[in-house]
């Protein structure tokens, strides 16, 4: 089910820290230090090559996209009512030129990080919603996936402007589930991170740095 959700539509550690006012911020890391033990792998359409590296001084994971469409996904139920704030930075080289996101044959982008609720019986109520770094979409704009309204892409990054340097990101997982689908979810079951060039037979390198469900 999971692996459907990540292309056609497709733990690290529980730990405590301190937030602002001396309140303990509940966090949930899902990736750190570029360290995929755990995560498994779907290959579409030849393999995205994905590899811890040192960058800029850290460990992060490096995807290595040429025509190809694989991504990995960790199965991991995160409660959203104790963490509902996904974080997590990124970078990416470039993007994939004049391609249309919303069609078929533009469905390709250099770095994307999925969130998933499936459903244990019926797999057409699977939804997930996917943060993507476009290339020609304008940011906050929403649109369906090409294959399938079970899921919703959101552009937080687009085009080339900050390409090259990384980019920190936060989100409100249950409102964005809610503003995208219309429904109030309490967890998800999965998260994914996907480059992928395969329809526009272009190439993409991308970044990922630690990502982490939080309670603020």
Avoid: Q
């Amino acid at each position: 089910m999971l692996r459907f959700v990540l292309y056609p539509c497709l733990c690290l550690g529980l730990g405590l820290a301190m937030g602002a006012g001396g309140a303990v911020a509940e966090n949930v890391e899902v990736l750190r230090d570029g360290d995929i033990a755990g995560w498994e792998e779907k290959v579409f359409a030849g393999e995205t090559r994905y590899e811890t590296v040192r960058r800029d001084g850290r460990l992060v994971l490096r995807a290595t996209s040429r025509g190809t469409a694989s991504g990995l996904y960790l199965e991991r139920r995160i409660d959203l009512e104790k963490t509902p704030i996904l974080r997590w930075t990124w970078r990416v080289d470039g993007t994939l030129g004049d391609i249309d996101e919303r069609t078929r044959t533009g469905d390709d982008y250099a770095a994307r990080v999925y969130v998933i609720r499936s459903h244990p019986v019926f797999a057409w109520r699977t939804r997930a919603v996917s943060y993507v770094w476009a290339s020609t979409r304008t940011p906050g704009e929403t649109w369906p996936n090409a294959y399938t309204d079970a899921v919703r892409h959101i552009a937080l990054r687009s085009g080339e402007e900050e390409a090259g340097r990384w980019i920190e990101e936060r989100r409100d997982v249950r409102a964005d589930f809610r503003a995208l689908f219309g429904e109030s979810v309490r967890e998800v079951d999965a998260v994914a991170i996907m480059t992928d060039t395969d329809n526009s037979d272009g190439a993409a390198v991308a970044y990922y740095g630690d990502i982490t469900f939080t309670s603020e």
